[in-house]
């Protein structure tokens, strides 16, 4: 399977660039020079990954980004920003609008295809019965035809990103909504607990953003974004 990848620029010189080097590996690659025009590619074309400017004419990457998350057809597709600001600050606004990696302008073509190729790995196609769904009643969670039940705490922590899928999640709100904000626990409560749902639901479910916290993303099946 070609991996389909959109790159988002008002840039013409790095529109260019990426695509061309991209092509190179394999990749099918369309192009938008701003985010309302890249919105229309993304439905004509269900692209895989969309590597994604921050700051574009009428439409701006996070605003993008959030559209992104907010379409059934678009909000599982791997989000990428691409921006020449680099400060804490403005990646913390992209990873909030829905982002899954950041990566900092001048763009290293070497760096750029090795995090392009590890995203790429995130969306391997699975099976239909892997499918997660969630039972609030009994604490239980299906995986297909698979029943886990989970202790108070790893199901609240799930039911919460599970919630809004896509969305990042910091530690200090998981911290307040999971175990509020009068309970006192250690620095790696919530790690201990991402990693003990992720040995039961899948490693490929909740995507860790480094630093800031997690998300939980519906892994698409290889013909979902056909």
């Known amino acids: 399977?070609?991996?389909?990848?959109?790159?988002?620029?008002?840039?013409?010189?790095i529109l260019e660039f990426v695509r061309y080097n991209l092509q190179r590996d394999g990749y099918e690659v369309y192009t938008a020079s701003n985010?309302?025009?890249?919105?229309?590619?993304?439905l004509e074309?269900?692209?895989h990954l969309i590597l994604l400017d921050m700051m574009m004419p009428v439409l701006d990457g996070a605003e993008t980004c959030k559209a992104i998350r907010k379409s059934p057809k678009l909000r599982n597709i791997m989000v990428v920003f691409l921006s020449a600001v680099s400060d804490e600050e403005m990646q913390l606004t992209g990873y909030e609008a829905g982002a899954d990696d950041y990566i900092s302008k001048p763009i290293k073509m070497n760096i750029l295809r090795s995090r392009v190729k590890a995203i790429l790995k995130r969306i391997s196609p699975i099976?239909?019965?892997?499918?997660?769904?969630?039972?609030?009643?009994n604490f239980q969670v299906h995986k297909g035809d698979e029943t886990i039940t989970l202790p108070r705490k790893e199901f609240n922590l799930l039911r919460l990103l599970y919630s809004h899928p896509g969305q990042l999640f910091t530690r200090e709100y998981i911290?307040?909504?999971?175990?509020?904000?009068?309970?006192?626990?250690?620095?790696?409560?919530?790690?201990?607990?991402?990693?003990?749902?992720?040995q039961k639901i899948g490693e490929e479910h909740i995507v860790t953003i480094k630093g800031v916290g997690y998300k939980f993303i519906e892994v698409p099946t290889e013909n979902s974004n056909d």
């Open 127 to 137: 099976e239909h019965n892997d499918k997660i769904t969630i039972d609030t009643t």
């Open 45 to 47: 074309v269900k692209p």
């Open 35 to 42: 985010g309302a025009l890249g919105l229309e590619k993304a």
């Open 1 to 13: 399977m070609a991996y389909r990848i959109l790159v988002i620029d008002d840039e013409e010189d």
């Open 175 to 198: 911290y307040r909504e999971v175990w509020g904000e009068d309970v006192v626990v250690g620095d790696r409560t919530i790690d201990v607990h991402i990693r003990k749902l992720r």
